[in-house]
């Protein structure tokens, strides 16, 4: 299904996510989707993630784990892994710091569209507002932030408009932002349940590649993807009416059994075979190499500023849930 846009169409996500965010490259089919995809990859080269990581994102994940690295408890749901990706998205835009605060408060309401429709409207329209004046700057004055980049960047003499642009900064909140902290929430629970594989993780680093993957494996934030059946069809035996929606599990996907043995359990050391936490096709997830190194960054920061770094005994044991997008609401530890 994800990978015949011909027959199953992304068109649908315009008539509701395309409301909020814009007209961005979730809703695009092929040749469009291409043609887009092209331009917004220049600004997520290897060059590019290098340089983020050194420049940017370790720095803002040390400096957020400083913050609470004394009081010897926290719940690193509220007081790191949700604002995280937050703020590594306002650095990699290039916006200034002090208008964190309120980028940071208009990126809550926009990613609450489920719990908050209005309140998401206003947001994106008020993220519009914002954008537009950095946008003129970097379209006069380019620097090496990503609207710099997406304002400058050009594929076979196609370039993106500012509407454009803005539902790309948009999009990155849900598609970014959202999806990574829950990534790392969920990898950081499975760790900490078990505490010997956390021991082994500490122990040997390399296996955080493996550690971060099967993390998405096992509990993929996003669940579901939707496409739009463009004409009758079949799907493992169940005819489809064109028109109907066609829901794919991503998390089924991962685990099936004829795919992956005991696919309910955390191994960190099973052989590695390709997953769908990413989704597939055409519409692989385009963010995520940075997903993947900002996980193993602030997981890298928490080993090493947080020394038996434990569940809190004191509190509820931590819980993975949600029907659509699934984390812990919270993480309770302590650490000596």
Do not use: K
Not at 204 to 230: F, K, S, Y
């Amino acid at each position: 299904v994800l990978t015949d846009n011909e027959t199953f169409s992304s068109a649908g996500y315009g008539e509701g996510m395309g409301v909020v965010m814009g007209r961005s490259i979730l809703e695009m089919d092929e040749p469009e989707h291409h043609a887009y995809r092209s331009i917004l990859q220049q600004a997520f080269g290897r060059a590019e993630m290098q340089r983020w990581e050194v420049e940017l994102i370790a720095p803002i994940a040390r400096d957020m784990v400083d913050a609470f690295v004394d009081d010897g408890r926290a719940d690193l749901v509220r007081q790191l892994l949700f604002p995280f990706p937050v703020r590594v998205i306002a650095a990699l835009l290039g916006l200034p710091e002090d208008d964190l605060p309120t980028f940071h408060r208009l990126a809550v309401e926009l990613i609450s569209v489920a719990i908050d429709w209005d309140g998401a409207i206003a947001a994106s329209a008020a993220l519009r507002d914002y954008l537009a004046g950095i946008v003129a700057e970097r379209r006069r004055h380019p620097a090496g932030d990503m609207i710099s980049i997406l304002a400058t960047a050009e594929h076979d003499g196609q370039r993106l408009t500012d509407e454009e642009i803005y539902a790309f900064c948009r999009l990155l909140l849900p598609a970014g932002a959202e999806t990574t902290y829950r990534s790392s929430s969920n990898l950081l629970c499975a760790l900490l349940t078990r505490p010997e594989r956390l021991d082994a993780l500490r122990d040997d680093r390399r296996l955080m590649p493996r550690a971060i993957e099967e993390g998405i494996r096992w509990e993929p934030p996003l669940l579901v993807i939707t496409r739009t059946a463009t004409r009758d069809t079949e799907v493992g035996g169940v005819a489809i009416p064109a028109g109907s929606t066609v829901v794919c599990n991503l998390g089924a996907a991962n685990h099936d059994p004829d795919r992956w043995p005991e696919p309910e359990v955390f191994d960190m050391r099973r052989a590695r075979r390709p997953h769908v936490g990413f989704a597939h096709g055409p519409h692989m997830c385009l963010g995520m190499h940075l997903a993947r190194v900002e996980t193993q960054v602030v997981l890298g920061a928490l080993i090493e500023r947080l020394p038996g770094l434990r569940l809190d005994p004191a509190a509820p044991a931590p819980s993975i849930s949600g029907r659509v997008f699934r984390a812990p609401s919270r993480l309770d530890v302590v650490w000596d």
